[in-house]
């Protein structure tokens, strides 16, 4: 029998119980915040995840506003906030492991080199030619090695490493 239901995991959208947890409130305040209009409402039990992360940090930087207008606790709100938004950064940082891309990019470097191996005697007869060919892939692929190399700390410390 086909399964005709839709898949209920939309990319981009968590669970009640997933945004509750990395936010680190219970379900009941988080559905109070979306109720207040801090945070978009559920769509078919699933979240928005950038939406209730911003939602939730301009929520916190409004509480903080208040609590600075008042005076009275601000350096307490000021250091919370920073601590959400350093466990935020954390968790998003875990979020590729960089063991894997560090093992993914090593498996797609040597099949690469692998399947380009004496691609220039293939093109040419001439050896001259073919080890040139042969010399420009393998620089080729020293430099997709090397800016790999280069973009890991900024993946490890959850930068981005493209930028």
């Not at 506003?65 to 307490?76: D, F, K, P, S, T």
């Not at 892939?137 to 890991?152: E, G, N, T, V």
């Amino acid at each position: 029998m086909v399964n005709n239901r839709p898949d209920q995991s939309s990319p981009g959208t968590i669970t009640a119980g997933q945004a509750a947890r990395l936010l680190m409130l219970t379900p009941r305040r988080l559905r109070q915040l979306a109720a207040d209009g801090h945070i978009p409402s559920a769509v078919r039990g699933r979240y928005p995840l950038a939406a209730v992360i911003t939602g939730y940090l301009r929520f916190l930087r409004e509480s903080i506003e208040r609590a600075a207008e008042n005076n009275a606790g601000a350096g307490l709100a000021s250091a919370k906030e920073r601590e959400i938004r350093l466990r935020l950064a954390q968790r998003e940082a875990t979020l590729i492991d960089a063991t894997d891309a560090e093992a993914f990019h090593s498996f797609s470097s040597s099949l690469y080199r692998k399947e380009l191996a004496g691609l220039g005697a293939s093109v040419s007869r001439d050896p001259i030619i073919a080890n040139l060919i042969d010399q420009q892939l393998a620089s080729a692929l020293d430099r997709f090695d090397s800016r790999f190399a280069d973009a890991l700390p900024k993946l490890k410390r959850g930068d981005d490493p493209l930028a």
